[in-house]
């Protein structure tokens, strides 16, 4: 189970690299972007599949699992891209950061997972140490009246990525390379999106189609892989609170990149996390010891 778990938290840290690569696209539209980097996504999957060893037919995979694959990861970003649309994007992002949160409560409602307070703890250290990242980089965080259809599509993006994983669980036996088909779908129904609601702005430079490719291959590309690994054979509670080091790794490229600047509070959002991190993984860790 700890490989499992450190396999689901490498998608994590490849989920840090968003925000400094989307920034380096230039203006292409999010659902254009979407839709080339989930194409590299499944080129990914295609790699992988011909690079396996052969594995014996599955069965049928059920529809249910095509629903819960597809709705996740197009769920997710077309509520993500409408949530930024219809609010302000710290606010947005701050109630969307709330899966992880999510996950660690309702895996307690998972076969065979208990939920002790060290989880829960830690979730919520980490979601304190998100919103003090979120608004050091957007200037602040005050939800407004007037913005809450954003704030809905942004709980409803949190909900839909933490069903997803949740229920990914339920189905282990189901092989990690059906996310190249969830991948080739949501890249599909993407490009449909974009020409329904978008004006097509391609990338415009060898190094905006360069982190274009950076994104398909990692972000989101290896990294659906390598989650749906996570959730489904490692500690879900502890990657659910572990997730919340993806917004601090994503400030500290950012940082290292030269886009944004070290403040004391990131410094105390990264103390919070990490404390929060390893609170939640101290049986993992530590090794669990009876009532822990």
């Known amino acids: 189970m700890g490989r499992a778990t450190l396999v689901g938290f490498s998608a994590v840290a490849m989920w840090a690299l968003l925000a400094l690569l989307t920034d380096a696209t230039g203006s292409v539209p999010p659902f254009l972007l979407s839709a080339l980097t989930f194409a590299v996504g499944t080129a990914v999957g295609l790699v992988w599949r011909l690079v396996s060893p052969p594995v014996a037919v599955a069965a049928p995979v059920p529809a249910i699992v ?31 950061y709330l899966w992880p949160l999510l996950i660690v409560l309702g895996s307690a409602l998972m076969p065979g997972e208990s ?46 990525w933490s069903a997803y994983s ?12 059906i996310v190249t088909w969830f991948c080739l779908a949501t890249a599909v129904l993407s490009l449909l999106c974009h020409l329904v609601w978008e004006e097509t702005v391609l990338p415009q ?4 189609w360069a982190a274009v490719l950076g994104l398909g ?13 996570g959730v489904k054979r490692g500690n879900i509670q502890v990657l659910g609170a572990a997730s919340y080091a993806a917004p601090l790794l994503s400030t500290l490229a950012l ?22 991190a390893v609170l939640a993984a101290k049986s993992l860790l530590f090794g669990r010891k009876s009532g822990a």
Do not use: K, N
């Not at 430079?205 to 905006?208: L, N, Y």
């Not at 291959?217 to 690994?229: E, K």
């Not at 940082?255 to 404390?275: F, K, M």
């Open 255 to 276: 940082i290292g990149a030269g886009r944004t600047e070290p403040s004391a509070r990131i410094v105390l959002a990264c103390l919070l996390i990490t404390a929060g």
């Open 205 to 208: 430079t060898g190094a905006q």
């Open 115 to 160: 939920l002790r307070w060290h989880h829960l703890a830690g979730a919520a250290l980490g979601l304190g140490g998100t919103a003090l990242l979120i608004a050091s980089r957007d200037g602040g965080v005050a939800f407004g009246s007037g913005h809450g259809f954003g704030y809905a599509m942004a709980f409803l993006c949190a909900f839909t």
């Open 217 to 229: 291959l990692m972000p989101v590309g290896a990294a659906f892989y390598a989650w749906d690994h």
């Open 66 to 96: 095509w629903l819960i694959g597809i709705g996740g990861l197009f769920g997710y970003h077309f509520l993500y891209f409408s949530a930024l649309r219809h609010a302000p994007a710290a606010e947005a992002s701050l109630i969307a």
């Open 166 to 177: 949740l229920l990914s669980r339920r189905f282990a036996s189901v092989p990690t390379s």
